[in-house]
């Protein structure tokens, strides 16, 4: 080759640049298109329904700017009812990863505008390419959930695009953090999806999960029901404990995803986020001395003494409405990321029960599977007692709790605030099943039930017996208590490990966290549990 002819080969050519700059502008006007959606009347439509579109969630979702798209211009192939000349571009769900406070989190939303929602082949395949991704980068997966469900014109293979998304919730289940966020309905197939994951929000008025809808229902049962009273925020909220977040829009439903996240790891191998706090881990909390009554029969506010502990009175309570006799929530204390598990006095006395009992044993599970240390605050009368209970399963659901606390490996403290009795003080995380350190209050009692109760069934016979069943009762109840049920009675045998000053509660705690952070504990060699069903 002549120097002239290699010169010539290098030389632009503007026929080919021309072309070149054509199909980038064509791509630029494609890119645009995608981003606009189908149409301005379906996108009326989404707003006519006070809901956001799935690109406006996402803004919400993720730091500004920091959202890439994957597959946008994927379309779906299938023929037949007329899909062939229906084939726009996302197929109804868009998928990416982005910064959440500046860590890396996937996600993926659907577009009710397109198909409605609905899941095909296509679709599915995208879901699974960004749980895929979500897994191997590990880090959280957001899905952003408004779809009717599978697309009932391709048939089976939409159902088999929901299996494949169930079979990676499970595969990633304590492995990332998986959240759902239930933004118009989610009915049929599509329901389980939520229900594999860490967390469920719901939004009042616009979202709806249920397997069956209420025309089927009145088909089937001859009721009739709304959406809202089927499967809406509330019921889902306060009554069968699907959804852990209920909101009144969408705006504040994602900055609360937001917040979720700040607490959570990235993956199972690393730690929770610490953030430097200005709150003193060694605080004194003089407002417990009297914020909880020495007398174990008087009602108080267990949120009051969380705010007590926590950096700067701050909490995050999970399933608030449901369960609403023991409280879940995640806090800082010295900077430092923890579960709590309170029993809650103002309802049914902080009783544990069959709803109680499931709420508390999933929220152990979920900490122990991301390293979050639990600490339990334990003002506990006992189980629920009731035929109802009892025929519910109230042996199977407690079990849940107790096999979840002797199987979890984080720091565990509990704090007998005031009264343990019987087997619900030894489901609270007491020294019998493992729990690291447990202290007390020099107001706790813990027994196997109360004074009286106790007094009535040792000493039947005498208080019978007695000229003055009454005066006798109340003497053998004094004796009882100063007997067995004084304060340091648990910690002269060592299952307790301090009894502390109630002002001396957050110091304590986060003391302990500290020398705890770095705990290793190994379970048995198994392949996996049969816990209580």
Same mark, same amino acid.
């Given at each position: 080759m002549t120097v002239t002819q290699d010169i010539a080969s290098t030389a632009p050519n503007p026929v080919a640049e021309d072309s070149t700059r054509a199909r980038v502008a064509e791509l630029h006007a494609l890119r645009e298109s995608v981003l606009a959606g189908p149409s301005e009347k379906a996108t009326r439509a989404q707003k006519a329904k006070g809901k956001l579109t799935a690109r406006e969630r996402l803004e919400l979702l993720f730091d500004a700017?920091?959202?890439?798209?994957?597959?946008?211009?994927?379309?779906?192939?299938?023929?037949?009812?007329?899909?062939?000349?229906?084939?726009?571009?996302?197929?109804?769900?868009?998928?990416?990863?982005?910064?959440?406070?500046?860590? +890396?989190?996937?996600?993926?939303?659907?577009?009710?505008?397109?198909?409605?929602?609905?899941?095909?082949?296509?679709?599915?395949?995208?879901?699974?390419?960004?749980?895929?991704?979500?897994?191997?980068?590990?880090?959280?997966?957001?899905?952003?959930?408004?779809?009717?469900?599978?697309?009932?014109?391709?048939?089976?293979?939409?159902?088999?695009?929901?299996?494949? *998304?169930?079979?990676?919730?499970?595969?990633?289940?304590? @492995?990332?953090?998986?959240?759902?966020?239930?933004?118009?309905?989610?009915?049929?197939?599509?329901?389980?999806?939520?229900?594999? %994951?860490?967390? @469920?929000?719901?939004?009042?008025?616009?979202?709806?999960?249920? *397997?069956?809808?209420?025309?089927?229902?009145?088909?089937?049962?001859?009721?009739?029901?709304?959406?809202?009273?089927?499967?809406?925020?509330?019921?889902?909220? %306060?009554? +069968?404990?699907?959804?852990?977040?209920?909101?009144?829009?969408?705006?504040?439903?994602?900055?609360?995803?937001?917040?979720?996240?700040?607490?959570?790891?990235s993956n199972n191998r690393e730690l929770p986020p610490a953030v430097p706090s200005d709150d003193p881990p060694g605080r004194r909390t003089e407002a417990l001395v009297d914020l909880v009554p020495a007398d174990p029969n008087r009602a108080y506010d267990i949120t009051a003494v969380l705010e007590e502990i926590a950096d700067d009175g701050e909490f995050f309570e999970v399933h608030q409405g449901w369960a609403p006799n023991v409280v879940c929530a995640l806090t800082r204390i010295g900077g430092e990321v923890a579960g709590i598990v309170a029993n809650q006095p103002q309802h049914l006395a902080g009783v544990l029960d069959i709803e109680a009992s499931e709420k508390a044993a999933r929220f152990v599970q979920m900490c122990d599977a991301f390293n979050i240390p639990l600490v339990t605050l334990v003002d506990v009368p006992g189980f629920l007692p009731g035929v109802g209970q009892e025929h519910g399963g109230?042996?199977?659901?407690?079990?849940?709790?107790?096999?979840?606390?002797?199987?979890? +490996? @984080?720091?565990? *403290?509990?704090?007998?605030?005031?009264?343990?009795?019987?087997?619900?003080?030894?489901?609270?995380?007491?020294?019998?099943?493992?729990?690291?350190?447990?202290?007390?209050?020099?107001?706790?009692?813990?027994?196997?039930?109360?004074?009286?109760?106790?007094?009535?069934v040792v000493f039947r016979r005498q208080i019978a017996q007695a000229d003055d069943p009454e005066a006798t009762r109340a003497q053998l109840v004094k004796e009882y208590r100063e007997e067995l049920m004084h304060p340091y009675y648990a910690a002269e045998r060592g299952l307790v490990d301090d009894v502390i000053d109630p002002a001396e509660t957050r110091a304590a705690l986060a003391r302990t966290l500290a020398v705890l952070r770095d705990k290793h504990a190994a379970l048995p060699s198994r392949k996996h549990g049969n816990q209580p069903q």
């Open positions: 700017g920091t959202f890439a798209e994957t597959e946008p211009l994927r379309r779906h192939r299938a023929s037949g009812f007329g899909l062939e000349d229906r084939r726009p571009y996302t197929d109804g769900v868009v998928t990416g990863w982005g910064q959440v406070d500046g860590r +890396t989190v996937f996600a993926y939303a659907h577009d009710f505008r397109v198909f409605g929602g609905a899941l095909g082949e296509a679709h599915a395949e995208k879901i699974h390419k960004v749980m895929d991704l979500a897994e191997t980068a590990g880090a959280p997966l957001v899905g952003l959930c408004d779809g009717a469900g599978a697309r009932i014109q391709e048939g089976v293979t939409a159902l088999a695009g929901y299996g494949g *998304i169930f079979r990676r919730n499970v595969r990633n289940s304590g @492995v990332i953090p998986q959240i759902s966020v239930i933004m118009g309905p989610c009915a049929g197939g599509a329901a389980y999806s939520p229900a594999l %994951t860490d967390f @469920v929000f719901m939004v009042r008025g616009t979202s709806q999960m249920f *397997i069956t809808g209420p025309d089927v229902v009145e088909a089937v049962t001859g009721e009739h029901i709304t959406h809202e009273e089927l499967g809406g925020a509330d019921v889902h909220g %306060t009554r +069968t404990g699907v959804a852990g977040f209920v909101h009144d829009d969408e705006e504040s439903c994602l900055s609360d995803v937001r917040h979720l996240l700040s607490f959570l790891p109230v042996i199977r659901h407690g079990a849940k709790l107790l096999y979840a606390y002797c199987n979890a +490996t @984080v720091p565990r *403290i509990s704090v007998v605030l005031r009264k343990a009795y019987g087997g619900a003080y030894i489901v609270m995380d007491s020294r019998s099943i493992g729990t690291d350190v447990s202290l007390a209050w020099p107001v706790n009692e813990i027994a196997v039930m109360g004074a009286e109760g106790a007094a009535n």
